[in-house]
């Protein structure tokens, strides 16, 4: 069975600062990737993912993660943070040739400090 | 109306009483999804539509019943909840396959009394 791991169930910065969330999953064979965004009040949206290709992904508002498979993670890095980017983010994983099915992390809330 | 979304927001219940959430998607998909996010639990996938036939109950009690009419539409039957049953419940919709993105309505706060 897939897992998901984020470490670090809140995580704090001050704007302008890095923002790096982690993820690691276990699988046998390398999954597709994703992450998600949930902003208060609101339901998941799509960050960015990983399926095949180039193993660093970007994504919408100046994030982008790295597949790394020798060290089975995912992290999420923005360089600069914003005061907009508060908000709870999802780690998920769907496996290859088993289905349409998500298992996602605990969650990180990233609180952003002015 | 535009992507996914769901009715009601917000809901409370008794314990003995049935009620339904729906969730519509605007995004021609064929897959359909309910998912329940509790405080400190990861989101945990309830139910899986693909061409309105369920593939995947992810051994949900039977006081959760779902019902998919079309590839537009899902429901979910709720009756004689627990307490424990209060959570956000969201629905999600993609084409289907596993690389596919997911699309998420913003979900029904469930509350059990």
């Known amino acids: 069975a897939q897992s998901v791991t984020q470490l670090g169930s809140h995580v704090s910065v001050s704007e302008g600062a890095l923002v790096l969330l982690r993820c690691n999953y276990s699988s046998s064979v390398p999954p597709y990737l994703f992450w998600y965004v949930q902003y208060p009040n609101q339901g998941l949206q799509l960050l960015l993912k990983?399926?095949?290709?180039?193993?660093l992904v970007k994504g919408i508002n100046g994030f982008e993660a790295e597949f790394k498979k020798s060290e089975t993670s995912f992290h999420l890095t923005k360089p600069s943070a914003h005061m907009s980017d508060a908000a709870e983010y999802f780690c998920?994983?769907?496996?290859?040739?088993?289905?349409?099915?998500?298992?996602f992390g605990g969650g990180t809330r990233l609180m952003v400090k002015p | 109306e535009t992507g996914v979304t769901q009715t009601p927001r917000h809901l409370v219940m008794g314990m003995t009483n049935k009620k339904s959430l729906k969730c519509e998607q605007h995004?021609?998909?064929?897959?359909m999804y309910w998912y329940k996010q509790s405080a400190k639990k990861p989101l945990e996938l309830m139910f899986v539509y693909n061409f309105k036939e369920q593939t995947e109950n992810n051994s949900v009690p039977s006081r959760f019943s779902p019902e998919c009419p079309n590839s537009s539409h899902l429901f979910l039957h709720l009756h004689t909840l627990q307490p424990e049953d209060s959570a956000l419940y969201l629905c999600?919709?993609?084409?289907?396959?596993?690389?596919?993105?997911?699309?998420f309505g913003p979900g029904t706060r469930l509350l059990v009394l």
């Open positions: 995004l021609g998909h064929n897959a």
């Open positions: 990983y399926t095949t290709g180039a193993t």
């Open positions: 998920a994983v769907s496996p290859t040739g088993a289905g349409n099915m998500l298992t």
């Open positions: 999600a919709s993609s084409q289907g396959t596993e690389q596919e993105t997911q699309y």
